[in-house]
């Protein structure tokens, strides 16, 4: 056969190696050759759907490289004065199966035999970023929805969340693999860590399809694990108008009201439960200046009276009981004296200046 194209050297990088021929008797060498990948970029792969075919040949013998897919002609390229020659898709390829063949033309559109085929899979679109709806805690005495740089006392919280149904929802501590879990029909996945330390926890999470391609993360969500509880709170203090009548030194009095202003200190927003002789009859938060009040607006009973305090905080974790405040109450001496602003709930701060600012133990 004459016009016959001529023995040259055709190569495709990548990692399958195979042999071809074109021309009349001629073998030549294809060297190696890659599967394709959407989404990544090693090798010139095109993340659009449009992988990059390339190669080399004799620009003393072919004029172009025509390319087929399933034997369908899909485009051709130019071989340069160097040798080489490359092709991309005028348009994305479909998800799924192809096979490349590449021919070689000469100037008088002689054609020699087309090489092996290069068989791959092209994945379709990398999986959307899922959504994170909420992250929760279950533990301790404070349970729900945690938000954003809010602490918590759970070392485990549950993340709930949407996205793409079948793909592996994967829960990231920074570069810590925290939790995984596979998103049901509906698109929906919940997930429960791994104990975290106490701390700052940045979570992430990504969505991965069936070909290993993997979405961008979700924006971090911040958690705050405090595990620690508050220090035991000082003996709280009473007052009678006003005045301190029993406190830290000062105990076994007797009142002369059912309703006395019991006070103390703390950190700033940490919750105060009151208890007499355990049972709890009031709550009470502390305030910026870090003292708390509260008035029992039902009046503790006559007799014998035992008050204690604990302190739980942001997180939920809760003090040690204070030692107790021991009291008598004896509201025969004098008439009752109570306020009209005194309620079950318990003020934050002095209490509308019932008591001087700071010297909520008397000290």
Do not use: C
């Not at 025509?66 to 051709?76: A, E, H, S």
């Not at 379709?124 to 005495?141: E, K, L, M």
């Amino acid at each position: 056969m004459t016009g016959s194209v001529q023995k040259g050297d055709v190569s495709v990088v990548g990692k399958q190696s195979a042999v071809a021929k074109y021309g009349i008797g001629t073998n030549v060498s294809l060297g190696d050759v890659s599967v394709v990948q959407l989404n990544v970029r090693p090798g010139g792969w095109s993340a659009d759907g449009k992988p990059i075919f390339s190669g080399k040949a004799d620009p003393s013998n072919a004029l172009l490289v025509q390319i087929y897919d399933y034997g369908k002609v899909i485009g051709n390229a130019v071989v340069h004065a160097d040798g080489t020659w490359s092709f991309e898709p005028r348009l994305p390829l479909a998800s799924g199966p192809h096979r490349f063949q590449a021919e070689p033309i000469d100037a008088t559109g002689h054609v020699g035999e087309q090489t092996d085929a290069l068989s791959f899979d092209l994945d379709g679109p990398a999986p959307a970023v899922p959504v994170i709806t909420g992250v929760y805690d279950d533990a301790g005495t404070i349970t729900g929805n945690i938000q954003k740089g809010y602490p918590t006392d759970d070392t485990k919280p549950t993340l709930e969340g949407t996205a793409g149904p079948g793909t592996l929802v994967q829960v990231w501590d920074g570069d810590v693999l925290v939790g995984s879990a596979e998103v049901d029909v509906s698109g929906d996945w919940v997930i429960v860590t791994k104990a975290l330390g106490d701390g700052e926890h940045r979570l992430a999470a990504t969505a991965t399809d069936g070909a290993g391609q993997v979405s961008p993360p979700t924006d971090e969500y911040l958690v705050l694990v405090d595990t620690t509880p508050p220090a035991t709170p000082d003996m709280p203090s009473a007052y009678d108008d006003g005045k301190v009548v029993a406190g830290p030194g000062v105990e076994d009095v007797t009142l002369t009201t059912g309703h006395p202003v019991l006070s103390g200190v703390g950190e700033f927003g940490e919750k105060v439960s009151i208890r007499d002789k355990g049972v709890l009859i009031g709550t009470a938060t502390v305030g910026s200046d870090g003292g708390w009040s509260f008035v029992p607006a039902k009046g503790l009973n006559q007799g014998a009276h035992e008050i204690t305090v604990t302190l739980r905080d942001r997180a939920g974790n809760v003090s040690a009981p204070s030692d107790g405040l021991r009291l008598m109450v004896d509201t025969s001496r004098e008439p009752l004296h109570t306020r009209s602003e005194d309620s079950t709930e318990g003020r934050s701060g002095n209490a509308g200046g019932m008591f001087p600012s700071g010297n909520f133990l008397g000290l």
